[in-house]
């Protein structure tokens, strides 16, 4: 009963992202239904189309069961820039959030491209692809870290619940191992695919999004994608180099910069006020 009770309430609770508020309300549900205390506690649900399943055990897995995602304001904004017969290529995919919704978005006759080195967070992300067969077609994931240069690198995470915050850099936070990954670089994988257009970039990989940007380059100057990245300024310290750089790496590459804000609203971003933490996107000239 209690069970039905819970599944019947997160499918509520799900739809309050239309209601400016609405996370409210789902954090009192997530208080009467605490997450379980034993690992893993799976739920498979249907949320504006597609099929998910999630471990609730985890952060990042009951983020998305109570709220239908982890995180909105880059879905907001995803929802506004991605068209149906565009490519749209995920880059640190984790089990698949922005994958499933870009499909959802660019439907059967376009393509996602979704890229996941952690072998047990692969599985996860290949389940989910495999719980919509619609878009069997449409979807390519690939077991493979993207960087500046091909060759192999040790993959980390932090002890704890939240399951999104695999790094190549370890660190005073990153620093339980996790598995050896293979690395390529985008632009040799558009090669290899042989991809006609790149729309829509998304990068969250946890301090790499410079070296993933350099490796992206013939890519982004050829295309002239939209770029969705994380920028957290601790991981960009970790992996050795500076936020300002990523910025300006853009900036030459001829983009407008925009923090995402709440509800996926965008402010203009100042160089010399660079939030420690930010979900940045960036529209080419």
């Known amino acids: 009963m209690r069970n039905r009770l819970e599944n019947f309430l997160a499918g509520i609770s799900r739809q309050l992202f239309r209601i400016p508020g609405g996370f409210f309300i789902v954090v009192l549900l997530k208080r009467i239904f605490p997450a379980p205390n034993t690992s893993p506690s799976w739920k498979t649900f249907r949320f504006r189309g597609m099929v998910f399943r999630v471990d609730v055990s985890k952060g990042m897995g009951n983020a998305i069961f109570w709220r239908g995602a982890h995180d909105w304001g880059p879905l907001f904004v995803l929802e506004r820039v991605l068209k149906k017969g565009e490519t749209f290529i995920d880059i640190g995919a984790n089990q698949g959030e922005y994958t499933l919704w870009g499909l959802r978005k660019v439907g059967p006759e376009g393509k996602v491209i979704a890229y996941e080195p952690s072998t047990a967070i692969f599985q996860q992300l290949e389940e989910n692809i495999r719980l919509n067969p619609r878009y069997t077609q449409a979807i390519t994931a690939r077991k493979l870290g993207l960087s500046d240069r ?71 100057k050829k295309h002239k994608p939209v770029i969705i990245v994380e920028i957290n300024q601790s991981s960009c310290k970790a992996a050795g180099y500076e936020a300002l750089e990523l910025l300006q790496f853009l900036e030459n590459l001829h983009y407008n910069l925009f923090t995402i804000g709440l509800r996926g609203k965008l402010i203009p971003l100042k160089k010399d006020a660079i939030p420690e933490f930010s979900n940045t996107i960036a529209f080419p000239v």
């Open 150 to 220: 091909p060759g192999t690198l040790k993959l980390y995470t932090k002890s704890g619940i939240n399951e999104g915050v695999n790094s190549m850099f370890p660190s005073a936070e990153h620093d339980v191992f996790l598995n050896e990954i293979e690395l390529s670089t985008l632009d040799s994988e558009v090669r290899r695919l042989g991809l006609k257009r790149v729309d829509c970039l998304k990068i969250d990989v946890e301090g790499a999004e410079l070296p993933v940007l350099n490796g992206a380059e013939q890519t982004i």
